[in-house]
């Protein structure tokens, strides 16, 4: 019990670290802008990673990747916290990291669970309550999810959790583009 108190604790405070930014903007396309790559073929994969997400930090924090590969990650949250991979730009993690506030502000994202409630109810309410996007999974603890992403020829791409605080705390990692 404790432990899930201090637990959502740092979390809360977490979220007060986020500066509030202007939702209209950052939703309005920028953050799901292109040059990341895209959505990769399952018969098109050359190899399969596994990510794992703990409290706040991924293994492993660096992914060497070939331009044009298809990659199958296989993300799991070992974590106590509701943890995101996603994969794009610096620019889109920014303007992403919007989105996530706005969730939370909502009680979608609570520490360790997704509430699923509190989405349907601001989903009716502005037409937007869990982001579906092919290159982000957000998990709650102890789940797993998929991506297959083909990467582009050219990018400084990484992959972050944008839960509120969480990039802040380190979250982070690079996608190292090999030839």
């Known amino acids: 019990m404790i432990k899930t108190k201090l637990t959502g604790a740092i979390v809360a405070a977490a979220f007060t670290l986020v500066a509030p930014a202007t939702i209209s903007s950052a939703l309005a396309g920028a953050g799901h802008a292109s040059g990341h790559g895209k959505p990769g073929k399952a018969s098109a994969v050359t190899r399969t990673i596994n990510v794992k997400m703990q409290d706040n930090f991924y293994e492993p924090n660096t992914i060497e990747v070939k331009p044009g590969e298809t990659v199958k990650f296989v993300v799991t949250n070992k974590g106590q916290l509701v943890h995101e991979f996603n994969i794009g730009t610096p620019k889109m993690h920014k ?44 998990l709650e603890p ?35 583009l090999g030839s």
């Open 142 to 176: 102890g789940k797993s999810a998929t991506i297959i992403w083909t990467f582009p020829k050219e990018a400084k791409i990484e992959f972050a959790c944008n839960v509120p605080g969480h990039y802040e705390a380190g979250m982070v990692g690079v996608f190292a």
């Open 95 to 138: 303007n992403h990291k919007a989105e996530m506030q706005m969730m939370a502000e909502h009680g979608v994202l609570e520490a360790d669970r997704i509430n699923r409630a509190a989405a349907k109810k601001m989903q009716a309410a502005m037409g937007h309550g869990m982001h579906n996007d092919p290159n982000s999974v957000l």
